[in-house]
């Protein structure tokens, strides 16, 4: 039997580093020992005409890249003869005009779209979004690697009367903090518990931070020791004493296509999670089992956490129905072989 090659051409930061979602979607997934033997699989950042029978192209591939060069990509790996597939789990034709960038990035995304002999997309939402520009879409759920997750035990709290509220999330969520400000400073005038928020990323604006500083309780963005994934990950899981996790999401068209990756990061860290009740967590949060759904307005988040901080043991069980969701449906050595199946349709 002849083993494929699969050529990664994963999305890599100015700094050359892969992107945490490269690792998730690709790096992790594609090289995880449950499937090992399906593939030849050699990750690079640059593609010169290396021999492969699939080369997977990851989002917007290069930092500096260009439709020129995603077009002319296109063209050299289907003179190499090779199937090219394109990997996406963001809705980045729908990128709001925020910045000089996003047109060249759609145009980017379309190209790849359009030249692509397979593509893989994390949510049923994408491939719908996509389906016009490419018919051979396939979905593959976002799985945590377990090999890097922190098996913390979910204890009952230690302080009763204290409540750590924790948000994760990368520099591109300053809409989805403030969503909750109105509920946070409601949410401290009707519990007679201490309350602390942290912060691991989330924030690209200044104000942001200046606008949460101002809530009648402490709040801490925190800078983790390591920003690479794989050291990431075991990090957040192993030394975030988080009581409640906050999911808050703006209901706008990019962010409808979202994954749930933040109810399995939660979900490994041990803590109860709030979700916004959007198709992109109630599909997979079970309400009053594995997590709390609450609706954008500030009476549905005031409520959850309310709940939440008033029933230690309530987090406590929905922290570890989370964990066994992870543990059972949402690793790798579960779902790996859902990647290896993906690409064998494609190739």
Not at 297 to 314: F, G, H, K, M, N
């Amino acid at each position: 039997m002849i083993i494929p090659r699969v050529l990664v051409l994963y999305e890599y930061s100015p700094v050359g580093l892969p992107h945490g979602s490269a690792y998730i979607r690709l790096l992790q997934p594609l090289t995880h020992p449950s499937i090992a033997g399906r593939f030849y699989v050699t990750p690079s950042p640059v593609y010169y005409g290396q021999a492969a029978e699939i080369v997977i192209v990851d989002r917007l591939w290069r930092p500096d890249c260009t439709p020129e060069m995603a077009a002319a990509l296109v063209a050299q790996v289907q003179r190499r003869g090779a199937k090219l597939v394109y990997q996406i789990d963001d809705d980045l034709l729908t990128l709001p005009d925020d910045n000089s960038l996003a047109a060249a990035k759609r145009e980017i995304a379309t190209i790849f779209l359009g030249g692509a002999d397979g593509v893989i997309v994390s949510t049923p939402a994408l491939r719908a979004r996509y389906a016009a520009h490419n018919a051979r879409i396939r979905v593959v759920g976002n799985a945590l690697d377990e090999q890097l997750l922190v098996q913390t035990n979910i204890a009952s709290p230690a302080y009763p009367q204290h409540a750590i509220l924790g948000y994760m999330g990368t520099h591109t969520h300053d809409a989805d903090l403030l969503l909750l400000l109105p509920a946070l400073n409601e949410l401290a005038q009707s519990t007679d518990r201490t309350l602390e928020l942290q912060i691991v990323g989330g924030l690209a604006q200044a104000e942001t931070l200046a606008q949460l500083h101002q809530l009648p309780f402490p709040v801490t963005h925190l800078t983790p020791p390591v920003i690479e994934y794989p050291q990431f990950l075991p990090w957040f899981t192993g030394h975030l004493p988080w009581d409640i996790a906050l999911a808050p999401l703006v209901d706008t068209p990019f962010n409808q296509a979202k994954s749930d990756i933040k109810h399995l990061d939660y979900a490994a860290l041990g803590a109860a999670g709030v979700y916004s009740n959007l198709p992109v967590y109630a599909e997979s949060v079970g309400h009053g089992k594995t997590g709390l759904l609450a609706a954008n307005d500030p009476a549905s988040w005031v409520a959850a956490l309310r709940s939440l901080i008033e029933q230690p043991d309530l987090r406590r069980e929905l922290a570890a129905n989370a964990r066994r969701y992870l543990q059972s449906e949402r690793i790798l050595a579960v779902r790996a072989i859902d990647w290896a199946d993906a690409l064998e349709a494609i190739l």
